[in-house]
């Protein structure tokens, strides 16, 4: 069974950054387009950013020029980094094995990680 457990969470102050780590086990890492998405209290699960399998990426407008996505075949990791957080930034944030380019989601979701912006 496909695992993907996600890891970085926590509490930072507006500005601040966190890295969030999803290591996939139990597919063939390489092959697979992989997304981070968020949901945050009473909304609806969203994308935040998704990387194909050559390394190309694309981006919620929200989260343009702020976050980073990027994977390591090596390690079966993929990474999101978040600098200049914000308090809307505040939500679930969950790995996705799958992803669409378009945003589509694939079978495979981690159980999320919390990320709280807050001063």
């Known amino acids: 069974q496909v695992q993907l457990v996600e890891s970085g969470g926590g509490f930072v102050q507006p500005g601040g950054s966190l890295r969030l780590s999803c290591a996939a086990s139990?597919?063939?890492?390489?092959?697979?387009?992989m997304g981070w998405y968020r949901q945050a209290p009473g909304k609806q699960r969203e994308l935040v950013a998704v990387?194909?399998?050559?390394?190309?990426?694309n981006y919620t407008i929200a989260v343009r020029g702020r976050f980073t996505i990027s994977r390591d075949s090596a390690k079966n990791t993929v990474y999101l980094q978040m600098n200049s957080l914000k308090s809307e930034d505040t939500a679930v944030y969950y790995c996705?094995?799958?992803?669409?380019?378009?945003?589509?989601?694939?079978?495979?979701w981690g159980q999320g990680t919390q990320v709280t912006v807050s001063s």
């Open positions: 996705n094995a799958g992803t669409s380019l378009g945003g589509t989601p694939g079978n495979y």
């Open positions: 139990r597919i063939i890492f390489s092959t697979y387009n």
């Open positions: 990387i194909n399998v050559r390394g190309l990426s």
